[in-house]
């Protein structure tokens, strides 16, 4: 059987995020590189961050697809260097992020202004408006923060820069 590098990350596309399922593992940064030696397929993928608990299930979901070509030798490899980033994500998977009603990170790994130090503004991604405030650090996941839009009154989750 030849097995074709970019058959494998067609697959890899259409593998939602278990937390965010508008978003692929590959919009989100998580899948890393493809390796196809002999008949054996090695996926690396990167955690969002080390105690993420859906990655267990990714794994299991790209072995899955993967298999269900009839490729039986499948390896994921979890590669914590470079640490993932938020800088990973596609423009495409923050727009998707907006409309799913999830604030994206800004194209930065902090969430502070370097000039002033204070916190960056977050725009509400259903109203737009500036007008927002932090509830708490810790959103729906531990990788998220929750505000609430002083405008449209509107709970939303802010997926944190790092």
């Given at each position: 059987m030849t097995i074709q590098k970019e058959k494998i990350w067609s697959i890899l596309k259409e593998i939602p995020d278990?937390?965010?399922?508008?978003?692929?593992?590959?919009?989100?940064?998580?899948?890393?590189?493809?390796?196809?030696?002999?008949?054996?397929?090695t996926v690396d993928i990167t955690p969002t961050y080390s105690g993420c608990p859906a990655m267990n299930v990714i794994e299991k979901e790209i072995?899955?697809?993967?298999?269900?070509?009839?490729?039986?030798e499948v390896e994921i490899k979890t590669v914590f260097s470079p640490v993932w980033t938020t800088d990973w994500l596609t423009d495409e998977a923050k727009e998707k992020l907006r409309e799913y009603g999830i604030a994206p990170p800004e194209k930065t790994?902090?969430?502070k202004s370097l000039l002033t130090g204070k916190p960056k503004i977050i725009s509400c991604p259903r109203c737009g408006s500036e007008k927002t405030i932090l509830v708490s650090q810790f959103g729906s996941t531990a990788c998220k923060a929750l505000y609430k839009c002083?405008?449209?009154?509107?709970?939303f989750d802010y997926f944190k820069c790092h």
């Open positions: 278990p937390e965010i399922p508008v978003i692929s593992i590959v919009d989100l940064g998580i899948a890393r590189d493809v390796r196809i030696e002999n008949d054996k397929v072995i899955q697809k993967i298999k269900e070509t009839g490729i039986t790994s902090t969430d002083e405008t449209c009154l509107e709970p």
